[in-house]
């Protein structure tokens, strides 16, 4: 590999503007960020990788962006944009606006963005139209449903992105019926495992189950924050008053997001806390490994979750009417469900053994170096 981002030092220098914004993206951006260390520790002389570590700030909370760079190990961003929240072209317009700047000032040789979120989307918009070239981690998914502003962030990211890295078949299969080159497609893997891998020690020892005063495989763990759940009062108040009723025979941890929240307060429902339903603040990445690897069976609407369910063979009811993630189906431990079929389909989960399922291939803790391997391949 030769002068693809200028000369330093005698060896070549390769500038990478790595986005991260919402939560999901932390645990992507993590192995990345330590692959280039580890990376750059061993190539000794001939070269270096240039990370730029660009936070858009699409959530800010603590417990929501903090708690995963202290607990994953990433360095502190050089860049914060600090966007906020806002409507969806709000917030994409602002991260637009912001990354433009950044592109200008630093011109990377790649910017490398994750997952589906609008900060995806954004940086991607951006960069295409500077001749940026942009890498896709977690290229190729799709739910065929564009109600989801994921599925349209997806979409996007995918037509303008020159290095499209996907973690499945499926994955690549999508990209093709598009018509994207197959020189373009490289299958890498699933980069959320590699986080997962690396931190399964710390999340057994966290025996998170004990602070809730639950016992391993006697406990469900729900995360719900979709728009097609939470956003429809009449939605959520249904499934708020199944998991009340779920609680009287198996206790029900629910650690909820700030959307679920606010639009609680904003439709006025309140739910009995307390005893066997607990509604607790959002929790940090080991707790909720811990969580998801004990669970009797997790109910979500996540895509890490599905995913990280499947890892484990731990059950998951993915409470939505399909899934980006088709593998975990196919091959893992994820059932989907809805609202109407949601006690039928508890009752015939319970009926199956505690884990069940294979772990796809390429879901090994090794994607984060197949990706730098791609960008070099592809320099
Ligand atoms: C976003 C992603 C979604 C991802 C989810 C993970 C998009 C379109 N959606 O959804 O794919 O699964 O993150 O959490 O990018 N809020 C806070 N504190 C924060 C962040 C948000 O209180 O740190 C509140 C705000 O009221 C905000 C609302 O949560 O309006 C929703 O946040 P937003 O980033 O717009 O979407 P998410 O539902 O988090």
Redesign the pocket.
Known sequence: MKGVGGEFGGGWVVRISIIAG???NFMKVAPIMHAIRRWNESVSGNGVLSPMLVHTG????VM??EVFFRELGIPEPDINLEVG?GS?AK?TAAVMARFEDVCLEHRPDWVVVVG???STNACTLVAAKLGIRVAHVEAGLRSFDRTM??EI?RVVTDALADLLLTPSPDADANLLREGVPNARIHRVGNIMIDTLVANLDKARSCRTYERFGVEPGRYVYVTL?RPSNVDQPDILRGILTDLMDLSQSFPVIFPM???TR?NMETFGIRVNTGGHFQVVDPIGYHDSLCLAENARFVLTD??GLQEETTYFRTPCLTLRPNTERPVTVTEGSNRLTSPATLWADIKDLLQKPRRFGRVPDLWDGRTAERVLNALMHHG
Request: charged content about 25%; aromatic content about 4%; overall charge neutral.
């Open positions: 919402a939560r999901p699409q959530h800010y909370d929501m962006s929240s969806h917030q589906d979120v609008n502003p994921e962030n924050h997001h700030p959307r606010k996540s895509g």
